[in-house]
């Protein structure tokens, strides 16, 4: 999608959304809550505007994990028992069975290609700005490529030409395979590393960082990133929902509507061990939001309660880090290395009141896995986890990433 022409609107809420209109109805004074692309130039609306790209990648962040754990095997839609799941573009993405022109794809795809344009403009424009508050500056420097940066990752993670091609564009480019993409993201978080306002900043790059090599296999190089992300006790960094920008769980996966509901092993772990409570909330589904045959039928089906509408989405997060560390011991700790992975795995089920791993388990890849599965319940993580470690629950030949969008198919030439 092209937004080089697109205009800037500010709106009250503090984001920033794009329209393609280039002229006003005249002889009206302006609206009060607009703010013209020019006066964007300027020192004193930089945090404002950086506060709509923030906002603009939120709204991205919780559309694209709603649908990311469809895809995935966290979530399931079941229209016969459940009565709300009624969207066939949800029911396509649970199958694997994505058409391009599937709108419950083609609104995040939408809204991350406006993150990524607001998040370049902001970068442009700020090198323009001759700052007077030099900490506005490294603040605006570290989030324009912070975001810069997540809006390519996400592009390198969930979306792809193909079902198993990952990758996407940026202003009409070429199709720019995962790889490539994570490159990017890397110089963009590199740059918002050496420019990180506190401590705290620097170490939730350092973890971002860390996650794209891991991702990506270079288990040596994610190691000196890991070391220096997020420690225990460390806020989660997160996307930010309220009463007026909801968490779109509530109206899709949630007790507002359940096009989506949760795999019934989550709930198996909380009957393993009743403690998984503590990170993983779900609950049975109402008896009135089952169908008469799933009621005949005594079926019994789980929904989560990890978000509502004004709840956060952890992007990153200490314990995910640890699990990270963990991962890196498993492939490269030698002989310690799974001593080394017990003491982090115990580390972040600590933090959830949750007793240490029995020494009679043993520590491996796949015990990693399902304490990944748990601890990043409902994160968007499930769906790459299962990618890369080839445990793709759907039949060859499904999705296993988003298509590239029949939209921008069409508009661009590239493709």
């Known amino acids: 999608m092209n937004y080089n022409k697109i205009i800037l609107f500010v709106f009250v809420a503090g984001f920033i959304s794009i329209t ?22 300027s020192e004193d609306q930089v945090s404002f ?3 709509g790209v923030i906002g603009r990648f939120d709204i991205t962040h919780d559309a694209l994990t709603v649908i990311a754990g469809g895809l995935s095997d966290a979530l399931e839609f079941d229209s016969d028992n459940v009565r709300d799941a009624t969207f066939p573009t949800f029911r396509d993405i649970d199958n694997g069975d994505i058409q391009f022109d599937n709108n419950s794809v083609d609104g995040p795809f939408n809204t991350l290609g406006q993150a990524r344009f607001l998040a370049d403009d902001f970068l442009s424009r700020v090198e323009e700005i001759d700052f007077e508050d030099a900490d506005l500056r490294q603040q605006a420097i570290y989030n324009g490529n912070l975001y810069a940066g997540l809006t390519r990752y996400i592009y390198a993670a969930y979306f792809g030409l193909e079902p198993e091609n990952g990758g996407g ?36 790059v350092n973890s ?12 040596g190089t994610a190691l000196s990133f890991l070391e220096n992300g997020l420690e225990s006790g460390d806020a989660p960094f997160q996307s930010i929902h309220s009463l007026e920008s909801q968490n779109a ?62 709840t956060n989405i952890n ?18 700790g ?29 520590v491996d890849i796949d015990l990693l896995l399902e304490e990944r ?27 296993k990433y988003f298509p590239i969008t029949q939209s921008e198919r069409n508009n661009n030439p590239e493709l």
């Not at 971002?208 to 288990?219: P, S």
């Not at 990270?324 to 498993?330: D, Q, T």
């Not at 599965?373 to 999705?399: F, V």
């Open 373 to 399: 599965d748990k601890e990043l319940y409902l994160t968007g993580n499930r769906m790459i986890d299962q990618r890369r470690y080839d445990n793709w629950h759907l039949p060859a030949g499904s999705w």
């Open 49 to 51: 505007f950086m506060n």
């Open 169 to 204: 564009v940026i202003n009409n480019s070429p199709f720019i395979p995962s790889p490539e993409m994570y490159n990017r993201t890397l110089g963009f978080l590199e740059t918002a590393l050496t420019n990180a306002p506190s401590d705290y900043d620097a170490r939730v």
């Open 208 to 219: 971002l960082i860390g996650r794209i090599h891991v991702y990506q296999g270079n288990y």
């Open 20 to 41: 393609g209109c280039e002229n006003f109805v005249q002889e009206v004074d302006d609206p009060i809550d607009v703010v013209s692309s020019e006066q964007l130039n």
């Open 249 to 310: 769980f509530s109206a899709q996966a949630g007790a507002s509507r359940n096009q989506y509901t949760v795999a019934s092993r989550y709930n198996d772990y909380i009957e393993a061990d009743p403690d998984e409570a503590n990170r993983i909330s779900l609950e049975v589904l109402p008896e009135d939001e089952v169908t008469d045959a799933g009621v005949e039928a005594g079926v019994v089906i789980f929904r989560q309660t990890k978000y509502f509408e004004d």
């Open 315 to 332: 992007i990153m997060s200490w314990q995910e880090n640890h699990l990270m560390l963990a991962e890196v011991e498993l492939q490269e």
């Open 334 to 362: 030698g002989a310690t290395g799974q001593a080394n992975a017990r003491t982090l795995i115990d580390e972040v089920r600590a933090s959830h009141d949750i007793d240490p791993l029995p020494l009679s388990v043993t």
